[in-house]
């Protein structure tokens, strides 16, 4: 199984802050990557497909790069609806597999 | 609009069966993959099952290959996940998603969730 892994698994930041998330994969995965938003309580959102891809509805202050096996997600400008969970997950091979997660607080 | 609504987790014995169901509605259903994922109570994400739109190809995590089987009936637009042999770690909130193609890739689309308790 391909195994993703999230760093760093928490962070906090303020309103307005620029924040990065790094996702690895344990095998080569070209650009199968997707990324959720969780906020507690509530059904995952899609955010990003293909590595890069906005899901239609997602604020362009998302964005996200990599392939083969190193991902990141990146969110400018953060605003008080951004602090949430947030999770990498692969689809080029089953089982699909998610990152454990990166948990983004408020400072 | 897509929209997704699951129902039928309740809390079970270990050992006993369970049918969930998630009714859609918005799009045409056949056309697209479908999946359930599950999240344990304070932990992550987990994919289960999915099944490929059209000829519905089933897929399955290690962790439930002979005990779960995905299912979808048309008539109804409606995905089933039936669970047989039920354990403490299958305790969790169970999503429904939606693909965006026919054939399995990425989710686009997402449940409310229904939660399984199983335990004695």
């Known amino acids: 199984d391909i195994q993703m892994t999230q760093s760093p698994s928490s962070l906090s930041a303020s309103v307005g802050d620029r924040v990065t998330i790094t996702c690895r994969a344990s095998q080569a995965i070209n650009t199968y990557v997707a990324w959720f938003q969780q906020r507690p309580g509530k059904a995952p959102k899609s955010l990003i497909y293909g590595a890069s891809t906005l899901h239609s509805g997602v604020p362009s202050r998302f964005s996200a790069s990599g392939s083969v096996t190193d991902f990141t997600l990146t969110i400018s400008g953060l605003q008080p609806e951004d602090f949430a969970t947030y999770y990498c997950q692969q689809y080029n091979y089953f089982p699909l597999t998610f990152g454990q997660g990166t948990r983004l607080d408020i400072k | 609009e897509v929209r997704l609504l699951e129902s039928g987790g309740i809390l079970v014995q270990p050992g006993g069966s369970l049918r969930l169901a998630c009714a859609t509605s918005g799009f045409t259903f056949n056309d697209f993959a479908m999946y359930w994922v599950r999240q344990p109570p304070g932990k992550g994400l987990e994919w289960v099952s999915a099944?490929?739109?059209?000829?519905?190809?089933?897929y399955y995590a290690d962790s439930v290959r002979g005990r779960f089987t995905i299912s979808r009936d048309i008539s109804n637009n409606t995905l089933y996940l039936h669970m047989n042999s039920l354990r403490d770690e299958d305790t969790g909130m169970y999503f429904c998603a939606r693909g965006s193609s026919i054939n399995t890739g990425i989710i686009d689309n997402w449940g409310l969730g229904t939660l399984v308790s199983v335990s004695t």
């Open positions: 099944t490929s739109g059209g000829a519905g190809t089933p």
